[in-house]
């Protein structure tokens, strides 16, 4: 597990670096994003992957991973949302946004212990493709739960879902880092 601890930390400081880049140079616009548009966008992304995964290739330069750190963090944006509310115009600056965004991901990782704890691991015996089929599939419940109004009947909420996208993309992250490393030099 502390192998585990040590890679989630780096994937998610990447992801988290970017962000503030980022912040820093849109400031925090997203916070005028409703949630179903911040699953929306989630969502293209998880499928852009998937049709780079079947067909190999792309016409736009980014490929998967950059997909991936947008996933993780539009995740966490979405939970910010859900906990703070959507604003009219933005309303924190790049350092509270930050701060808000590190708390999310600080939720997702003492998630990730417990099912990790749990599950043993065995996020690390599946393809990056099967995390993308499960990201999207949480994806569809979550704008089925909008289309509801919020609203279910035995299932987790909006949150726990993107709670479970993020680590999922962390996980992807991962494998995509061992993959690499793992490859021969050509």
Same mark, same amino acid.
């Given at each position: 597990? #502390?192998?585990?601890?040590?890679?989630? +930390?780096?994937? %998610? #400081?990447?992801?988290?670096?970017?962000?503030?880049?980022?912040?820093?140079?849109?400031?925090?616009?997203?916070?005028? &994003?409703?949630?179903?548009?911040?699953?929306?966008? %989630?969502?293209?992304?998880?499928? =852009?992957? =998937?049709?780079?995964?079947?067909?190999?290739?792309?016409? %736009?330069?980014?490929?998967?991973?950059?997909?991936?750190?947008?996933?993780?963090?539009?995740?966490?944006?979405?939970?910010?949302?859900?906990?703070?509310?959507?604003? +009219?115009?933005?309303?924190?600056?790049?350092?509270?946004?930050?701060? #808000?965004?590190?708390?999310?991901?600080?939720?997702?990782? +003492?998630? &990730?212990?417990?099912?990790?704890?749990?599950?043993?691991?065995?996020? =690390?015996?599946? =393809?990056?493709?099967?995390?993308?089929?499960?990201?999207?599939?949480?994806?569809?419940?979550?704008?089925?739960?909008?289309?509801?109004?919020?609203?279910?009947?035995?299932? #987790?909420?909006?949150?726990?879902?993107?709670?479970?996208?993020?680590?999922?993309?962390?996980?992807?992250?991962?494998?995509? +880092?061992?993959?690499?490393?793992?490859?021969?030099?050509?």
């Amino acid at each position: 597990m #502390e192998k585990t601890l040590l890679q989630y +930390d780096r994937v %998610v #400081e990447a992801c988290m670096g970017l962000f503030a880049k980022k912040a820093k140079d849109y400031g925090t616009a997203w916070r005028v &994003m409703r949630i179903a548009s911040l699953t929306d966008q %989630v969502f293209i992304k998880a499928q =852009r992957i =998937r049709t780079l995964q079947q067909t190999g290739q792309g016409k %736009v330069a980014e490929g998967i991973r950059p997909e991936l750190v947008g996933m993780l963090n539009y995740s966490a944006m979405a939970l910010v949302q859900l906990k703070l509310g959507v604003a +009219d115009a933005p309303d924190l600056s790049a350092g509270e946004a930050l701060a #808000e965004v590190r708390q999310a991901v600080a939720a997702a990782r +003492d998630l &990730m212990v417990r099912k990790n704890h749990d599950y043993g691991e065995a996020w =690390r015996n599946m =393809r990056i493709s099967s995390l993308v089929d499960l990201m999207l599939v949480k994806l569809l419940r979550i704008k089925q739960i909008e289309d509801n109004h919020g609203r279910t009947l035995v299932s #987790e909420g909006i949150d726990a879902n993107f709670l479970d996208i993020l680590n999922y993309a962390a996980f992807a992250l991962i494998l995509m +880092d061992e993959q690499e490393s793992s490859a021969p030099d050509r």
